[in-house]
């Protein structure tokens, strides 16, 4: 495999992963939007990646680093899949088996009064989208077609 296309599976590899993970905490941060579960869920996906892909700049030439950069670009597919089921939730194309979450804060207030006023995230809502396109949705298609550059890159054959 070529030194070439192994270094640009690699920094694929960390680059979207890292992007789509802080462009969501953007959203949370500067945005006002709250992640639910399958949220979380598509972002332990990206974690992943950018775990393996870091490990990838770390080790050795060779199949260690092949398969670090691998693992990656399966964290991104799966982060990718998980994007595709929440996406299709929210479009109320099939029931999600996941129930919906709240996020309490009881800085400086009753803990009951906190739980009671605390917002419902359901997951079968979408909180943005952008021509027509949630987050999650977003999430599917930028994390697929990384993930599939990854391992396409992956899988050529070095040239005769």
């Not at 953007?26 to 949220?39: D, I, P, Q, Y």
Request: glycine content about 10%; charged content about 15%; hydrophobic content about 55%.
């Amino acid at each position: 495999m070529s030194d070439k296309r192994l270094n640009l599976a690699r920094a694929v590899a960390l680059i979207v992963p890292a992007a789509l993970l802080g462009g969501a905490v953007a959203f949370e941060k500067f945005g006002g939007l709250t992640a639910c579960e399958m949220c979380w869920w598509q972002r332990y996906g990206h974690i992943a990646a950018i775990g393996f892909a870091v490990l990838a700049f770390l080790a050795p030439n060779g199949a260690a680093r092949r398969a670090l950069v691998a693992l990656a670009g399966l964290g991104l597919a799966a982060s990718a899949l998980i994007g595709a089921y929440h996406a299709g939730v929210e479009y109320q194309w099939w029931k999600g088996f996941t129930a919906c979450t709240s996020e309490v804060n009881f800085a400086g207030q009753n803990p009951l009064d906190a739980i009671m006023s605390a917002p419902i995230l359901r997951c079968d809502v979408v909180q943005w989208k952008l021509f027509g396109i949630s987050l999650a949705g977003y999430n599917f298609l930028i994390s697929g077609v990384a993930a599939a550059l990854v391992l396409a890159l992956l899988a050529r054959r070095k040239e005769a």
